[in-house]
C-alpha cells in the first residue's frame, strides 16, 4: 500500500534513470564525471562545473532528517492525515536533499538529525516508490 | 524619453539542431542554446547575471539560473505572449542593464513543440475569460483567428490565396538554403501550395507553421562591453513591445484603428530614426501566412491592403528580391522557435553568416507574432 | 466552384454537416464576470454587458468600461440579428476527438446594436458556399445539456 494515495510521478528524460533504479530497489543519485559533485532532483548539466558528463551512481540510501513537517489537514479528501514529508540529506554530499516519506514510524518520533535508510514498494505496475526507515 | 538607441548590442548566439523529436527535455535544449551562446559570446558563465525566459514557462529562470551556478543572479523575468513576446525579450534585458541590474543578460527559447515532450501537467492556457466564448463554438485554435481575419483581408481587398502562397514559397526557398530547416530538401511551388489540405478555409496547410523542436537563444550586453568581445556585435537601434486594446488575447477592440503591429513599428522606426526603405531584410514571425502578409502592410513596408501584390513576383525571396523575408525559413518551413529563431537569423545576417545571405545586409528587422501583444527590434551593424 | 478567392474546388469537401453542431465540445464553465450571460442564454435572450453610464456595450464581459471607466454596468437584452463580419470552415481535427465534427463552420457575428460589437459562434443551416461577409443573421439558441444553452445562429431571411 502507498503511503500517500498520490498519482504516481511521471519519469521524464532526465529523472528515468532514478525511477528505474528504483524499481532495482536502488537509490540512484546524478553524479558529474567531471568535478564528483551529487546533484538532485536530476538535471542535464552540473550546477558546479557546467558539465554535460554524468552518471547515476548508486548511494546507500542513507542519510539524516535535514527537514520534515507533519501534514495534519489534508489538502484534498482521502488524504489519510496527518501524514509527514521529510527532507533527506543522504550522506555521500554535504547539502545533497532528497523529498520524501518516513514509513514506519510514529509522527512524533521524527526528529531532526534522525538517521534513516531508503526502502522501496511497488505502488504500480511501472513505478517502485522510495520511502526511509528509521535507521539504527 | 532616453534613449536606448545603439546602446546594447547582442554579443553571441547559439541554438540546438531543430527537429521533429528532439529526443531531450525542454530543459537540456535550453541550457545547450544557452551554453553556445555564452561560448559565442566568447563570455564564461560567471558572467551572465541576468536571464529572461518566456511565459508560459516550460524552462523556467530560476532552473537556467541554477543550472549555470550562477551567484549574482539578480535581475530575471519571463515575457509573455509567446509568439508575440520574444523580441521583447531582449527589450527586457535592455531595461535591465539600464536599470544596473544586470552586465550581460541571457535570453531564450526553448520547446519541445512538436514531440510534444515536456514536463507533465505542463499546459498552455489561454485566459480563461475568454474559453467560454469560444471553445464550445469550435474556436480551439489560433489557426481560426488567422483564418478569419484572413477571410476579412480577402473580402476587403480582394487578396488571394495564392498570395498568401507566395509567402509560403518564399520561405519554403530560404529553407531549402539551410540545413538545419526541418523542411530542408522539400521543396514547394505554389502548385504544391494551392493543392494542400484546407485546415480552416482559406487556411491551407502550407499556410501554417511547422511545429519543432528546439531552442534558440542570446547574450544581450552594452555596445560598450561588447567591444571586448569575441563577435562583431550586432548593435540594437530599437526595442519596443506593444499591445493595443484587446477583448482578449486574438480579439482587437474594433473600435481602435491602429493594431499592435502597427504601432510597434512606428515606435521602433521613431527609435531608430529609419523608415522602412531603410530595412535590408526583414523577419516576421510567421505562424500564419495570412498574418505576415498583414504584418507587412501594418509595418509600413506597403498601403493597407496592397500586401498580395507585394508580396507576389519575388519581392520577399532571396536574393533578388528587394525585401527578403524570413531568410532561414521562418516558421514556416526552418520551424517554430516561436520567433527565437528569426531573431537568430537577423543577427546571423548582419555577421554575414547566414544561409542565404543578403548582400550587404546593414539594417535588419524582427517582428513578433500578430494579432498577439507583440514586440520588435532594428538592429544594425 | 463556390469560393471564388481559392479557385480550388477540389480541396472542399462535398458533404458538409449542418446539425447537430459540435454538441461534445468543452461547454462554458460559470464565472462570476459572465455568469449573467450564460443565464441569458438559458432564457433564450441574448445579453450583452453595458455600461449604465455611457451606454457602451462591452462583450467579453468584463468590468470596467473601456470607454469611460466607469464600473456601473447592466446586462441590456439586444435584438439577436446581426451579420457575418468574418467566417471559417474548419476542415482539420486537431484532436480525434473532433474527427466527426469536422468540417464545421465557425463565424464571427457583428451584432445591430453597435458597430464592432461582435461575436464567435456557428450558423446552423448554411452550407459553406452560402456564407458571406455581410450575411444578415439572427440567434438561435441550442440547449445543449440542462446547465448550458448556446447561442448559435442562422441567416435572416
Same mark, same amino acid.
Given at each position: 500500500?502507498p503511503?500517500?494515495?498520490?498519482p504516481?510521478?511521471?519519469?521524464?528524460?532526465?529523472?528515468?534513470?532514478?525511477w528505474e533504479g528504483?524499481?532495482?530497489r536502488?537509490?540512484?543519485?546524478q553524479?558529474?564525471?567531471?568535478?564528483?559533485t551529487?546533484r538532485?532532483?536530476p538535471?542535464?548539466?552540473c550546477?558546479a562545473?557546467?558539465?554535460?558528463?554524468?552518471?547515476?551512481?548508486?548511494?546507500?540510501?542513507?542519510?539524516?532528517?535535514?527537514?520534515?513537517t507533519?501534514?495534519?489537514?489534508?489538502v484534498f479528501?482521502?488524504?489519510?492525515?496527518?501524514?509527514?514529508?521529510v527532507?533527506?540529506?543522504l550522506?555521500e554530499?554535504d547539502?545533497?536533499l532528497?523529498?520524501?516519506?518516513?514509513?514506519?514510524?510514529?509522527?512524533?518520533?521524527?526528529?531532526?538529525?534522525?538517521?534513516?535508510?531508503?526502502t522501496?514498494?511497488d505502488?504500480?505496475?511501472?513505478?517502485?516508490?522510495?520511502?526511509?526507515?528509521?535507521?539504527? | 524619453?532616453?534613449?536606448?538607441k545603439?546602446k /546594447?548590442a547582442i554579443?553571441?548566439?547559439?541554438?540546438?539542431?531543430y527537429?521533429?523529436?528532439?529526443?531531450?527535455?525542454?530543459?537540456?535544449?535550453?541550457?545547450?542554446a544557452?551554453?553556445?551562446a555564452?561560448?559565442?559570446?566568447?563570455?564564461g558563465?560567471?558572467?551572465i547575471?541576468?536571464?529572461?525566459?518566456d511565459h508560459?514557462?516550460?524552462?523556467?529562470?530560476?532552473t537556467i539560473?541554477?543550472a549555470?551556478?550562477?551567484?549574482?543572479?539578480g535581475?530575471?523575468?519571463?515575457?509573455?505572449?509567446?509568439?508575440?513576446?520574444v523580441p521583447?525579450g531582449?527589450?527586457h534585458?535592455?531595461?535591465?542593464i539600464?536599470a544596473?541590474?544586470?552586465?550581460?543578460v541571457?535570453?531564450?527559447?526553448?520547446?519541445?513543440?512538436?514531440?510534444?515532450?515536456?514536463?507533465?501537467?505542463?499546459?498552455f492556457?489561454?485566459?480563461?475569460h475568454?474559453?467560454g466564448?469560444?471553445?464550445p463554438?469550435?474556436?480551439?485554435?489560433p489557426a481560426?483567428?488567422?483564418?478569419?481575419?484572413?477571410?476579412?483581408?480577402?473580402?476587403q481587398?480582394?487578396?488571394t490565396?495564392?498570395?498568401f502562397?507566395?509567402i509560403?514559397v =518564399?520561405?519554403r526557398?530560404?529553407?531549402?538554403r539551410?540545413?538545419?530547416?526541418?523542411?530542408y530538401g522539400?521543396s514547394?511551388?505554389?502548385?504544391?501550395?494551392q493543392?494542400?489540405?484546407m485546415?480552416a478555409?482559406?487556411?491551407?496547410?502550407?499556410?501554417? /507553421?511547422v511545429?519543432?523542436d528546439?531552442?534558440?537563444?542570446?547574450?544581450?550586453?552594452?555596445?560598450?562591453?561588447?567591444?571586448?568581445?569575441?563577435?562583431?556585435?550586432?548593435?540594437?537601434?530599437?526595442?519596443?513591445? =506593444?499591445?493595443?486594446?484587446?477583448?482578449?488575447?486574438?480579439?482587437?477592440d474594433?473600435?481602435?484603428?491602429?493594431?499592435?503591429?502597427?504601432?510597434l513599428?512606428?515606435?521602433?522606426?521613431?527609435?531608430a530614426?529609419?523608415?522602412p526603405?531603410?530595412?535590408?531584410v526583414?523577419?516576421? /514571425?510567421?505562424?500564419?501566412t495570412?498574418?505576415?502578409?498583414?504584418?507587412?502592410e501594418?509595418?509600413?513596408?506597403c498601403?493597407?491592403?496592397?500586401g498580395?501584390p507585394?508580396?507576389?513576383?519575388?519581392?520577399?525571396?532571396?536574393?533578388?528580391g528587394k525585401?527578403?523575408?524570413?531568410?532561414?525559413?521562418?516558421?514556416?518551413?526552418?520551424?517554430?522557435?516561436?520567433g527565437?529563431?528569426?531573431?537568430i537569423?537577423?543577427?546571423?545576417?548582419?555577421?554575414?553568416?547566414?544561409? =542565404?545571405?543578403?548582400?550587404d545586409a546593414?539594417?535588419?528587422m524582427v517582428?513578433?507574432?500578430?494579432?498577439?501583444?507583440?514586440?520588435g527590434?532594428?538592429?544594425?551593424r | 466552384?463556390?469560393?471564388?478567392?481559392?479557385a480550388?474546388?477540389?480541396?472542399?469537401?462535398?458533404?458538409?454537416?449542418?446539425?447537430?453542431?459540435?454538441?461534445?465540445?468543452?461547454?462554458?464553465?460559470?464565472?462570476v464576470?459572465?455568469?449573467?450571460?450564460?443565464q441569458?442564454?438559458r432564457?433564450?435572450?441574448?445579453?450583452i454587458?453595458?455600461?449604465?453610464?455611457?451606454?457602451?456595450?462591452?462583450h467579453?464581459?468584463?468590468?470596467?468600461?473601456?470607454k469611460?471607466?466607469?464600473?456601473?454596468?447592466?446586462?441590456?437584452?439586444?435584438?439577436g440579428?446581426?451579420k457575418v463580419?468574418?467566417?471559417?470552415i474548419?476542415?482539420?481535427?486537431?484532436?480525434?476527438?473532433?474527427?466527426?465534427m469536422v468540417?464545421?463552420?465557425l463565424?464571427?457575428?457583428e451584432l445591430?446594436?453597435?458597430?464592432?460589437?461582435?461575436l464567435?459562434s456557428n450558423?446552423?443551416?448554411?452550407?459553406?458556399?452560402?456564407?458571406?461577409?455581410?450575411m444578415?443573421a439572427?440567434v438561435v439558441?441550442?440547449e445543449?445539456n440542462p446547465e448550458?444553452t448556446l447561442?448559435?445562429f442562422?441567416r435572416?431571411?
Open positions: 500500500m503511503y500517500l494515495p498520490m504516481p510521478p511521471l519519469p521524464y528524460v532526465e529523472s528515468e534513470g532514478f528504483c524499481k532495482r536502488e537509490l540512484v543519485i553524479r558529474c564525471k567531471d568535478c564528483g551529487y538532485h532532483p538535471i542535464p548539466m550546477p562545473c557546467q558539465s554535460w558528463n554524468w552518471e547515476g551512481t548508486k548511494v546507500s540510501g542513507r542519510g539524516r532528517v535535514e527537514g520534515f507533519i501534514v495534519t489537514r489534508a479528501p482521502g488524504m489519510p492525515a496527518p501524514y509527514n514529508v527532507r533527506v540529506e550522506e554530499q547539502g545533497l532528497i523529498l520524501g516519506n518516513v514509513i514506519g514510524c510514529h509522527p512524533d518520533e521524527i526528529s531532526i538529525d534522525m538517521p534513516v535508510k531508503v522501496f514498494e505502488v504500480t505496475p511501472e513505478i517502485t516508490m522510495y520511502y526511509f526507515e528509521k535507521a539504527a | 524619453m532616453a534613449t536606448i545603439d /546594447y554579443v553571441g548566439i547559439g541554438h540546438t539542431d527537429s521533429l523529436n528532439s529526443g531531450r527535455s525542454e530543459l537540456h535544449l535550453a541550457l545547450e544557452i551554453t553556445a555564452i561560448e559565442d559570446a566568447g563570455l558563465f560567471k558572467d547575471d541576468g536571464i529572461v525566459g508560459p514557462s516550460r524552462v523556467d529562470a530560476m539560473g541554477s549555470l551556478g550562477l551567484r549574482d543572479f535581475f530575471f523575468i519571463e515575457t509573455d505572449f509567446a509568439g508575440g513576446g521583447g531582449l527589450l534585458a535592455i531595461a535591465g539600464e544596473g541590474r544586470a552586465t550581460s541571457v535570453c531564450y527559447k526553448s520547446l519541445n513543440g512538436s514531440s510534444k515532450l515536456t514536463l507533465p501537467g505542463f499546459s492556457a489561454a485566459e480563461p475568454e474559453l466564448f469560444t471553445r463554438f469550435g474556436l480551439l485554435a481560426a483567428y488567422a483564418a478569419l481575419a484572413a477571410r476579412r483581408h480577402m473580402h481587398y480582394g487578396t490565396s495564392r498570395q502562397g507566395a509560403a =518564399a520561405c526557398k530560404h529553407a531549402n539551410n540545413p538545419n530547416a526541418i523542411m522539400e514547394m511551388t505554389i502548385e504544391d501550395h493543392d494542400s489540405k485546415i478555409d482559406p487556411l491551407r496547410l502550407y499556410d501554417c /507553421y511545429e519543432a528546439g531552442a534558440a537563444a542570446c547574450v544581450v550586453t552594452s555596445a560598450e562591453r561588447a567591444k571586448d568581445l569575441r563577435q562583431w556585435p550586432v548593435c540594437i537601434m530599437a526595442a519596443g513591445q =506593444a499591445c493595443v486594446p484587446c477583448l482578449s488575447r486574438w480579439t482587437k474594433p473600435t481602435v484603428n491602429e493594431n499592435e503591429t502597427s504601432y513599428a512606428r515606435q521602433l522606426f521613431s527609435m530614426g529609419l523608415v526603405a531603410d530595412v535590408d526583414l523577419q516576421v /514571425y510567421d505562424d500564419f495570412p498574418l505576415v502578409l498583414m504584418a507587412i501594418d509595418m509600413g513596408f498601403s493597407k491592403g496592397e498580395g507585394f508580396v507576389e513576383g519575388g519581392r520577399v525571396v532571396w536574393p533578388d525585401l527578403p523575408l524570413n531568410t532561414s525559413g521562418g516558421n514556416l518551413s526552418e520551424g517554430c522557435i516561436d527565437f529563431n528569426h531573431v537569423e537577423a543577427v546571423k545576417q548582419l555577421r554575414g553568416t547566414s544561409t =542565404a545571405q543578403v548582400k546593414e539594417v535588419a517582428c513578433g507574432a500578430t494579432g498577439v501583444p507583440t514586440s527590434l532594428i538592429l544594425r | 466552384m463556390w469560393c471564388d478567392w481559392c480550388h474546388e477540389r480541396a472542399h469537401p462535398k458533404e458538409v454537416k449542418i446539425m447537430p453542431y459540435l454538441a461534445g465540445l468543452p461547454v462554458p464553465e460559470s464565472h464576470d459572465y455568469e449573467e450571460f450564460w441569458g442564454c432564457r433564450h435572450e441574448l445579453v454587458q453595458r455600461c449604465k453610464d455611457c451606454g457602451w456595450y462591452r467579453y464581459p468584463r468590468p470596467l468600461c473601456p469611460c471607466y466607469s464600473w456601473n454596468a447592466e446586462w441590456s437584452k439586444v435584438s440579428k446581426g463580419w468574418s467566417w471559417t474548419i476542415t482539420h481535427p486537431i484532436h480525434p476527438a473532433l474527427d466527426d468540417p464545421y463552420n463565424v464571427e457575428i445591430i446594436e453597435q458597430e464592432g460589437l461582435r464567435i450558423l446552423i443551416d448554411c452550407k459553406p458556399e452560402e456564407i458571406y461577409i455581410g444578415p439572427e439558441f441550442e445543449v448550458i447561442p448559435r442562422k435572416t431571411s
